[in-house]
Each structure stands twice: as structure tokens, then as C-alpha cells.
């Protein structure tokens, strides 16, 4: 599904990625753990070619498709979603709105309203928001776990099969934190996608449970576990485990 | 304000009602009305609002005058293509009245726009709360200078004005990006969300039609 082969990225010279390889397949669940600035982030946002990083080497294959210098939107529309740390919000252009055009580009269809609209407010039930979401501007005023609940409204109609999460439990309160994992956890059992995590969260780790688990430091993938690595990580922390907590590379 | 619901409710303004305007209604512009420069003269006590949507000619020149107890609302947006020069004055005569005026111009990629919007809130008046808001997109870096011009004569007056003239931003862009929108519809999305936002939902909102 997902190839990271040796891949190089900066910003402004300065070196974030460096020599990082990661392989995730058909229906698996990693996790990203690391000290701050480890480029775990950065990971997430270069696989959407953000236009803020310069990929220096190496590439990423989705689904046997090289998207390294691709488009974000066409790399959306391999069936790629990502939920960022603290998304965004547009005022006055409404979810609908931006979810019908999402479709129809994706499609080349006409979107039935009646049918979308249905499907927006049956979404809205699962994941226990107001169903007026669907009308409003994207994420405006919204609070940070309303945000992430919104997102998730937006990746149900776009249907993905390859998940980013980077940090989805910040902001979000406990009872919110095990609806979001549940109704991951639900999509992924319909849609038998991938998901990438970057957390550190205890809770969150436990309820999605990964197949594998990597810590990275130094801009690449430094150790590569199962579930019980994470568990692991969490107890003894990045200074007392085999992890010191600089993540971040220098560029001699 | 009226509690206007569909876009029928609204009344055009034209060259039969310009000088027999009713009270607590929304106006839209005529656009051939806007061919002559025009007059508006509020009556006293009148609440009234006036909207001018995705104008399109080179030259508009609008005067309202406000004498005492009104409030007015007075929303336009220009989409411009061509050399244009667009003025629009409100003259505040009197005192206790409001005044809202805001704007949203874009200019396109042979635009070169020139846009004054004054105020003249006149000696001797009280009471008076005025405020201007006009943004400009300039997404090819043409001409475009939108002049907000305040003359205020009295101490006992709330008065401001806003100008801001800039292109889409970056963080928007990649977002819609991100959910699978290309480019052109982005920008298409982002343009029509930023000319329709000063607008009554539905006056803009074309599932309502």
C-alpha cells in the first residue's frame, strides 16, 4: 500500500527527514512514537507533498503510484486522507459545500443531494455531533475535538483507504477520545483501510491497538515493534528507555 | 430588520422606486440603474438595506444621504475585469443614525481598479455610528487601490473604516488540496465564499433557488 523508500526532506536547509523507510500494507495499523522535532509530523505532511518541504531524495509509492512531487489533491484522490495536528478552519465555505466538489471531482458526477445529505446526517449520528455541522463553515468555531470529529465527518463521505492521524487525541477529552477510536476503529472494518498514527497517547494506543510501532529519532525510523514496543515506550520514556529525547538532526 | 427568508422578499431597485423607497426593506441594485451616478436619499426613521452583487461595470458612483434616525446597510461586491473607477459617498447630514458599508472587490487579470469610498459626517451632528469595511483580492498583482476616505466633523461620532487588499491564503489553499479539490475549483470555491460573505445566505446560496 504505502512505501517511504529513503527519503530526504528539509526546510530551509534545515535537514528533517533523513534517510527515513517505512512500508505499511493492506489494513494495518502503525503507530509513530518519538521525542518532539523527531520529524514525525513532517512525515505526515511530506506524504502529502506539503509545498512548505523540499524532498531532497528518495520517494513514496502508494498503491505501486510514485506520489512523491504529485499534487495534494490527486494524491487525495488515490484515496489518501489526513487529519492534522490542529486543522484549519474556513469560514463561510461550509462542509457540504466542500465535500460535494470533493465528490464530484472525484466522480466526474453529479452529487444527489437527497442521497449525500442523508449519508452526512447518518454520519453525523455515529460520530455524536450536531447535525448542523453539515452546514457550517469548515471547522469555524468549532472547538480542537470538534475539529477532529468534523475531519472525521469529512474522511466517512470521502472514503479513503489510507489514513493519517497526526496527534487526532489533542484536544480531545476522554469520553471524545474513545468515540473518535471506536469510529475509526468501525470505518476500518468496513473499509479495510490502512491508518497511520503519530501519537503518544496511552489510551488512544490501547483502543486502536497497532500491528506495528515505530520510534523514530533523528529524522528516521530508529526502532520497529509491535504493540508491546509502544507499551514499552510509554513506561520508560525516551531518557530512561533506549531513546535519549533530542529528536532532532543536526546538519553536519 | 425584516425577517426576509427567500429571495423574493428582497425589492429591486430601479429608476421607478430610487425616490420612493419603503421603509425596514432590502433593495437590490438594479444593474441598469448603475450606468448614471445616483442619488439615494434616506427618509428619516428609515432602516434600509442595499445590496449590489458581483457588479461587473467599469464605473459606479453611488451617493447616499442620511439625515437623522436611519440606519443603513449598504453591502456591494465587483467582480472586475477592465480599467474601472468606482465611487461610492455616503453623507451623514444628521445625527442618531448607523451606517454599515462593506465591499468585497476582486480584481481579475486584466483588472486595474481604482475604488474611493468616503464618509462625511457632517459639523454639529451627534450620535452617529459609521463604519466601512472593503476588501480587495488581487490575485495577479494588478492595479488595484481602494481608498477609504473618513472626513469626520464632530467629536460625538463612532466612526471606522477598513481596508485590506490580498491574495488567497496558502494554508487554505493546501487544505482544500488535501480533501481531494484541485487547484482551479479551489480557487473557484475560495473566490465565490469571498464575495458572497458580507451577502444574506440567501441571497447567494443557489440551493434555495
Given at each position: 500500500?504505502?512505501?517511504?523508500?529513503?527519503?530526504?526532506?528539509?526546510?530551509?536547509?534545515?535537514?528533517?527527514?533523513?534517510d527515513?523507510?517505512i512500508?505499511?500494507?493492506?489494513?494495518?495499523?502503525h503507530?509513530?512514537?518519538?521525542?518532539?522535532?523527531?520529524?514525525?509530523?513532517?512525515?505526515?505532511?511530506?506524504?502529502?507533498?506539503?509545498?512548505?518541504?523540499?524532498?531532497?531524495?528518495?520517494?513514496?509509492?502508494?498503491?505501486?503510484?510514485?506520489?512523491?512531487?504529485?499534487?495534494p489533491?490527486?494524491?487525495s484522490?488515490?484515496g489518501?486522507?489526513?487529519?492534522?495536528?490542529?486543522?484549519?478552519?474556513?469560514?463561510?465555505?461550509?462542509?457540504?459545500e466542500m465535500?460535494?466538489?470533493?465528490?464530484?471531482?472525484?466522480?466526474?458526477?453529479?452529487?444527489?443531494?437527497?442521497k449525500?445529505?442523508?449519508?452526512?446526517?447518518?454520519?453525523?449520528?455515529?460520530?455524536?455531533?450536531p447535525k448542523?455541522f453539515?452546514f457550517?463553515?469548515i471547522?469555524?468555531?468549532?472547538?480542537g475535538?470538534e475539529r477532529?470529529?468534523?475531519?472525521?465527518?469529512?474522511?466517512w463521505?470521502?472514503?479513503?483507504?489510507?489514513?493519517?492521524l497526526?496527534?487526532?487525541?489533542?484536544?480531545l477529552?476522554?469520553?471524545?477520545?474513545k468515540?473518535?477510536?471506536?469510529?475509526?476503529?468501525?470505518?476500518?472494518?468496513?473499509?479495510?483501510?490502512?491508518?497511520?498514527?503519530?501519537?503518544?497517547?496511552?489510551?488512544?494506543?490501547?483502543?486502536?491497538?497497532?500491528?506495528?510501532?515505530?520510534?523514530?529519532?533523528?529524522?528516521?525510523?530508529?526502532?520497529?515493534?509491535?504493540?508491546?514496543?509502544?507499551?514499552?515506550?510509554?513506561?520508560?520514556?525516551?531518557?530512561?528507555?533506549?531513546?535519549?529525547?533530542?529528536?532532532?538532526?543536526?546538519n553536519? | 430588520?425584516n425577517?426576509?427568508?427567500?429571495?423574493?422578499?428582497?425589492?429591486?431597485?430601479?429608476?421607478?422606486?430610487?425616490?420612493?423607497?419603503?421603509?425596514?426593506?432590502?433593495?437590490?441594485?438594479?444593474?441598469?440603474?448603475?450606468?448614471?451616478?445616483?442619488c439615494i436619499?434616506?427618509?428619516?426613521?428609515?432602516?434600509?438595506e442595499?445590496?449590489?452583487?458581483?457588479?461587473?461595470?467599469?464605473?459606479?458612483?453611488?451617493?447616499?444621504?442620511?439625515?437623522?434616525?436611519?440606519?443603513?446597510?449598504?453591502?456591494?461586491s465587483?467582480?472586475?475585469?477592465?480599467k474601472?473607477?468606482?465611487?461610492?459617498?455616503?453623507?451623514?447630514?444628521?445625527s442618531?443614525?448607523?451606517?454599515i458599508?462593506?465591499?468585497?472587490?476582486?480584481?481579475?487579470?486584466?483588472?486595474?481598479?481604482?475604488?474611493?469610498?468616503?464618509?462625511?459626517i457632517?459639523?454639529?451632528?451627534?450620535n452617529n455610528?459609521?463604519?466601512?469595511?472593503?476588501?480587495?483580492?488581487?490575485l495577479?498583482?494588478?492595479?488595484?487601490?481602494?481608498?477609504p476616505?473618513?472626513?469626520?466633523?464632530?467629536?460625538?461620532?463612532?466612526?471606522?473604516?477598513?481596508?485590506?487588499?490580498?491574495?488567497?491564503?496558502?494554508?487554505?489553499?493546501?487544505?482544500?488540496?488535501?480533501?481531494?479539490?484541485?487547484?482551479e475549483?479551489?480557487?473557484k470555491?475560495?473566490?465565490?465564499?469571498f464575495?458572497?460573505?458580507?451577502?444574506?445566505?440567501?441571497?447567494?446560496?443557489?440551493?434555495n433557488?
Amino acid at each position: 500500500m504505502l512505501k517511504v523508500n529513503n527519503l530526504s526532506v528539509s526546510v530551509n536547509d534545515k535537514i528533517l527527514l533523513s534517510d527515513f523507510n517505512i512500508d505499511i500494507n493492506d489494513g494495518e495499523i502503525h503507530v509513530l512514537m518519538g521525542p518532539n522535532g523527531a520529524g514525525k509530523s513532517t512525515l505526515c505532511k511530506v506524504l502529502f507533498n506539503n509545498p512548505d518541504y523540499t524532498i531532497n531524495s528518495g520517494n513514496i509509492i502508494f498503491n505501486n503510484v510514485d506520489i512523491t512531487n504529485m499534487d495534494p489533491s490527486e494524491i487525495s484522490k488515490l484515496g489518501m486522507y489526513i487529519v492534522n495536528q490542529s486543522p484549519i478552519s474556513i469560514e463561510g465555505v461550509s462542509n457540504a459545500e466542500m465535500l460535494r466538489i470533493a465528490l464530484e471531482e472525484r466522480t466526474g458526477e453529479k452529487v444527489g443531494i437527497f442521497k449525500f445529505n442523508k449519508e452526512l446526517e447518518d454520519v453525523c449520528t455515529k460520530l455524536n455531533i450536531p447535525k448542523d455541522f453539515i452546514f457550517r463553515g469548515i471547522n469555524e468555531g468549532m472547538s480542537g475535538g470538534e475539529r477532529k470529529k468534523n475531519e472525521l465527518l469529512h474522511m466517512w463521505i470521502l472514503k479513503p483507504s489510507f489514513i493519517i492521524l497526526d496527534e487526532i487525541d489533542s484536544g480531545l477529552d476522554v469520553d471524545a477520545l474513545k468515540i473518535v477510536a471506536n469510529n475509526l476503529i468501525e470505518y476500518k472494518k468496513e473499509y479495510n483501510c490502512s491508518i497511520l498514527i503519530v501519537t503518544h497517547h496511552e489510551k488512544l494506543i490501547e483502543l486502536m491497538h497497532p500491528d506495528y510501532v515505530h520510534i523514530v529519532k533523528n529524522g528516521k525510523v530508529s526502532k520497529t515493534g509491535d504493540y508491546n514496543l509502544a507499551i514499552n515506550t510509554l513506561k520508560e520514556g525516551f531518557i530512561n528507555g533506549t531513546l535519549d529525547m533530542t529528536g532532532s538532526i543536526s546538519n553536519e | 430588520m425584516n425577517n426576509i427568508k427567500k429571495k423574493s422578499d428582497y425589492i429591486i431597485l430601479d429608476k421607478n422606486n430610487i425616490n420612493s423607497l419603503q421603509d425596514n426593506n432590502c433593495y437590490i441594485f438594479d444593474k441598469a440603474l448603475l450606468t448614471d451616478n445616483i442619488c439615494i436619499n434616506i427618509p428619516d426613521g428609515y432602516n434600509l438595506e442595499f445590496y449590489l452583487i458581483n457588479y461587473e461595470g467599469d464605473k459606479l458612483d453611488i451617493t447616499f444621504n442620511q439625515n437623522n434616525n436611519s440606519f443603513v446597510i449598504f453591502s456591494f461586491s465587483i467582480i472586475n475585469n477592465m480599467k474601472s473607477n468606482y465611487k461610492i459617498f455616503n453623507n451623514v447630514n444628521g445625527s442618531n443614525n448607523k451606517t454599515i458599508i462593506k465591499g468585497r472587490i476582486y480584481n481579475n487579470v486584466d483588472a486595474d481598479t481604482t475604488c474611493l469610498v468616503s464618509g462625511d459626517i457632517k459639523k454639529d451632528t451627534v450620535n452617529n455610528d459609521y463604519t466601512e469595511d472593503v476588501r480587495g483580492l488581487n490575485l495577479y498583482s494588478n492595479n488595484l487601490v481602494i481608498k477609504p476616505d473618513l472626513i469626520v466633523s464632530t467629536n460625538e461620532v463612532v466612526a471606522n473604516h477598513m481596508v485590506t487588499i490580498g491574495n488567497f491564503e496558502e494554508n487554505k489553499i493546501t487544505y482544500l488540496k488535501e480533501k481531494g479539490i484541485g487547484e482551479e475549483n479551489v480557487k473557484k470555491l475560495l473566490l465565490s465564499n469571498f464575495l458572497k460573505g458580507i451577502f444574506p445566505h440567501e441571497l447567494t446560496d443557489d440551493d434555495n433557488d
